[in-house]
């Protein structure tokens, strides 16, 4: 089997055991933040609530460690984060540099998953229907004014889908037509790849890295820099994420993928 596979050639009963212990968890979580959060109504810490209860369980029962790059590096605010996509387990990465006074623009569907989808509701967070150009344009002009009188920031991903082949897919515009016209920074966060680093049939599950690059500035720039400046977000990700890649690798300590590994699923 190719060492670029996502998935091991069989899944063994800790694979199982940690999904079913994982969904458990998920679940139970998800109905006490709905619990703790309903009363108060909508706001936007209610995400990094959320992932305060949900992540350091989830990674222990994963098996999965987490190393931060540059944790002490800080942001403007507000700021558009802009994070590569590769799976719903992302939200494991998110614990150290998820900031406060943020929303997310995630897809419609989300918002409609029962139970899990009041969380997002509950967070104010903004969702997209791709088939719908016209609604779509309308939650990004929200998320705009958002930035301009509210002083949210703005966490989006910028390939629009998750992608687990471990590239990066190509960029969507939204979010940098919106930076342009707030004139707010652009702060690309950066996952390692998941397929040489991971896998969950292992009492180690595995290791990622996360790192928030430096800000890339739009003051002065125009819609005329819109291709510029996403070949440049895009180059600084690829360039990291190639980086922080090798590091998890070596941090593992391995030298090469020389076992099939898996994506978390989703």
């Not at 959320?50 to 700021?79: A, F, M, Q, T, W």
């Not at 004139?183 to 292992?202: D, G």
């Amino acid at each position: 089997m190719s060492t670029n596979s996502t998935r091991p050639n069989k899944r063994n009963l800790l694979w199982y055991t940690r999904m079913l212990l994982v969904g458990i968890w998920f679940s139970t979580a998800t109905l006490l933040h709905l619990l703790r959060v309903f009363p108060f109504g909508k706001k936007s810490e209610n995400n990094l609530k959320y992932i305060s209860l949900v992540v350091p369980l989830s990674r222990r029962i994963l098996g999965v460690r987490v190393h931060v790059v540059n944790p002490e590096r800080e942001d403007p605010k507000p700021c558009i984060y802009v994070m590569n996509h590769q799976s719903a387990f992302d939200i494991l990465a998110n614990l150290e540099v998820y900031p406060e006074d943020c929303i997310v623009i995630a897809k419609k569907t989300l918002a409609k998953i029962p139970v899990f989808g009041w969380t997002s509701l509950l967070a104010n967070n903004l969702h997209l229907d791709r088939a719908d150009r016209k609604s779509s344009i309308g939650q990004l002009n929200i998320a705009r004014d958002t930035l301009k009188t509210r002083g949210l920031s703005i966490w989006i991903f910028p390939e629009g889908t998750r992608n687990p082949d471990g590239r990066m897919s190509k960029f969507k515009r939204g979010a940098f037509h919106m930076a342009l016209q707030v004139e707010r920074p652009l702060v690309p966060v950066v996952i390692s790849s998941y397929q040489r680093t991971l896998n969950f049939n292992r009492l180690n599950g595995g290791l990622f890295c996360v790192e928030k690059l430096e800000p890339i500035e739009t003051v002065g720039k125009t819609e005329s820099d819109l291709d510029d400046l996403i070949e440049l977000c895009r180059s600084r990700m690829e360039a990291a994420h190639s980086r922080l890649t090798d590091l998890a690798v070596q941090k593992l300590g391995q030298t090469a993928a020389s076992e099939p590994v898996s994506t978390p699923p989703g």
